[in-house]
């Protein structure tokens, strides 16, 4: 400032200075001794409140003395306790509990455990009376949900204690390894984290090769492993708190606690709905709550470098109370890089040579199919050897054009199907079959995204099948009548068949007893000609009633898993597996060969939906049912037919 044209002598700023001086001393010491009131204020009410809780603590135990869960309810009704003054009970048996963990005492181990335990009955009977004597509003302080706050509560407590836990071994072990660079170095690799010559696409940055599954943790479903290693990409820790703080903080989802690492992030919390807290059993409740986390995800811009999955919590064990007889629903964090293998594979040279060799070789298969049904045809083979007239040989065409047709509308199904649920597919792979029973045994098609959910996965699972098995049966029927109706020398051009084959198919043999029943009363060694209709319709059926057995990766056992869900759907897998082998050593070579091209091929555990909680309705679970009846009875032997199927 110019003071030599200022009004102000030099003196007088030296005078004003100095009171502004005092007075900013003067505002900081009454700051200082506010703060101090306000931590005295702050003691004392921390102080009060642990005399509050001792009280009530010391009130409780001299109520109740012999402390049962009956006493506890009776002392809860007569004295008109809350669930908030009990919760400084349960807080301090929980900390004898761990007390007595560190002590390595068992005996005041189990006192705590008990009375913990007592505690917590007493509230559910206090709940239930509640419930019944409809007490509360004079009588009663009891909130009727008592005893899911304290076991919440508890839950709460133990994991927050098991997070600071990990937290503090994690230190050490950065601590006892940061002096040694090379173990350093390791550990970040095997973990995935970036080290000093870290490369990033886009500013995402890149995990190691080497990342290792061992160290990643229990809740990342196995499904998801191989795909999260292939990625190679790590979840940005801003993201990750932005999905806490600005997305889940402004849905129906209250997020109680979170775990991440450099590839994931698990949330775990309660669906919040008018105020309260749900049972989380709701499956439609859940996938509102999913799609409006989802659209929060489009809004926060966050949607394009991380996806979401809710699921049931991978941790959860079955609990002795009842009144958990399901896991809660968690959400998890993956990389949008994250996807199924088959994307990420590529389209290298040896790969196509080996879809073409197999697609050859499906073809080859669909025409031996095709020559053989001729087999038993003695003047279809007797006109191409003794007269050299290869025009009989057309005759095959139209077995080849129609299996490969029946495949071509199974494959179109799933299509339409997968197009309509934004559901990206891999290239269909057709799978030879050296049978005469089926000259195609389907096709492999593989998944290239996520499905949306149970309901999205179901119906593109058996859009297929169902689709083969209704083209199959209706081929059938228009053979059987042609064939009905043919005449002499017509029937002296069509396929042959035993009536054996006709036997080894339930389905098969009714749909032949009804239009033509003299057909089934005849031996079954004997030929019988058959329309070329019937012969597509029929491998289209087997084809089609073994791609729906409910095993891993095939479209039944897809269909299953969106029905039963994961756990139950492996069960049944291996169940069916399990059926397969026995009926391939009885002597169904069939069945040996379909149980081994799963085993090499199919065994493997499919990508999960993203979301596994929402269930699919009782109409699909119907078509379910009624579509794998139908390819039982396509696969069960009629009676007096061989068994098993050859």
Not at 550 to 575: E, H, I, K, M, Y
Request: aromatic share 8%; net charge positive; hydrophobic share 45%.
């Amino acid at each position: 400032m110019n003071l030599t044209n200022s009004s102000i002598s030099a003196s007088e700023y030296m005078e004003m200075a100095a009171r502004y001086k005092k007075r900013a001393k003067e505002i900081m010491d009454e700051a200082i001794e506010l703060e101090a009131q306000q931590q005295v204020k702050k003691a004392i009410k921390t102080q009060q409140q642990d005399q509050a809780n001792q009280e009530a603590i010391r009130r409780f135990f001299s109520s109740t003395k012999n402390v049962s869960s009956q006493s506890v309810s009776e002392l809860l009704e007569k004295e008109r306790w809350t669930v908030d003054q009990l919760i400084p009970i349960v807080h301090t048996l929980y900390e004898r509990e761990k007390s007595a963990i560190a002590a390595n005492n068992t005996e005041q181990l189990e006192v705590a455990r008990s009375l913990l335990q007592t505690i917590l009955d007493g509230a559910a009977i206090t709940d239930g009376k509640r419930g019944v004597e409809k007490l509360g509003d004079k009588s009663s302080r009891w909130s009727g949900k008592g005893f899911s706050t304290l076991k919440a509560q508890l839950k709460e407590w133990r994991r927050k204690d098991e997070d600071s836990f990990q937290r503090r071994l994690a230190s050490d072990l950065y601590d006892a390894i940061k002096s040694n660079t090379t173990i350093e170095k390791y550990i970040k690799k095997s973990l995935g984290l970036a080290t000093e010559n870290e490369e990033e696409t886009d500013g995402t940055p890149i995990a190691s090769n080497q990342m290792s599954v061992t160290v990643l943790p229990y809740w990342i479903p196995m499904s998801l492993l191989p795909y999260i290693v292939a990625a190679k990409t790590l979840l940005d820790r801003k993201d990750v708190e932005d999905i806490k703080e600005k997305v889940l903080s402004s849905s129906r989802f209250y997020c109680t606690s979170s775990e991440s690492v450099p590839v994931a992030a698990l949330f775990r919390g309660n669906i919040r709905l008018k105020g309260a807290f749900t049972e989380n059993d709701n499956s439609q409740l859940v996938a509102n709550v999913f799609d409006e986390i989802q659209q929060l995800m489009r809004e926060k811009s966050l949607s394009s470098r991380v996806q979401l999955f809710v699921m049931p919590d991978p941790e959860w064990v079955p609990d002795r109370d009842k009144r958990e007889p399901k896991p809660k629903p968690v959400i998890l964090a993956l990389p949008r890089a994250v996807v199924p293998d088959d994307a990420l594979a590529g389209r290298s040279k040896i790969r196509k040579l080996v879809l073409s060799v197999v697609a050859f070789t499906a073809f080859a298969s669909i025409c031996n199919f095709a020559l053989r049904c001729y087999s038993l045809n003695w003047t279809f083979y007797s006109s191409i050897i003794q007269a050299n007239n290869f025009n009989n040989a057309l005759s095959c065409y139209p077995i080849v054009a129609g299996i490969i047709g029946v495949q071509a509308a199974h494959e179109v199904a799933h299509l339409v199907v997968a197009r309509r649920n934004g559901i990206r597919t891999g290239r269909p792979v057709p799978i030879p079959s050296p049978y005469l029973h089926a000259g195609l045994f389907g096709c492999i098609t593989p998944l290239r995204s996520f499905p949306r959910n149970r309901t999205s996965l179901f119906d593109w699972a058996l859009s297929g099948p169902l689709t083969g098995i209704i083209i199959s049966v209706l081929l059938m029927i228009f053979g059987l009548h042609h064939t009905v109706n043919a005449s002499h020398a017509a029937l002296s051009r069509f396929p042959v068949i035993s009536i054996a084959e006709l036997k080894c198919s339930f389905l098969v043999g009714s749909i032949t007893s009804l239009i033509a029943p003299k057909v089934m009363m005849l031996p079954n060694s004997q030929p019988i000609p058959m329309h070329p209709l019937f012969m597509v319709g029929f491998t289209g059926l087997l084809s089609s009633a073994l791609n729906m057995l409910p095993v891993f990766r095939l479209d039944g056992g897809r269909a299953c898993t969106a029905v039963l869900g994961t756990r139950t759907s492996a069960l049944a897998s291996s169940w069916t597996l399990l059926m397969l082998l026995s009926a391939a050593l009885s002597g169904s070579s069939i069945f040996g060969y379909w149980a081994a091209l799963i085993i090499f091929f199919q065994r493997r555990q499919d990508i999960p939906v993203r979301d596994s909680v929402t269930q699919v309705n009782d109409m699909r679970v119907a078509a379910w049912i009624a579509s794998l009846a139908t390819s039982l009875l396509a696969l069960l032997p009629f009676p007096g037919g061989p068994f098993p199927l050859l």
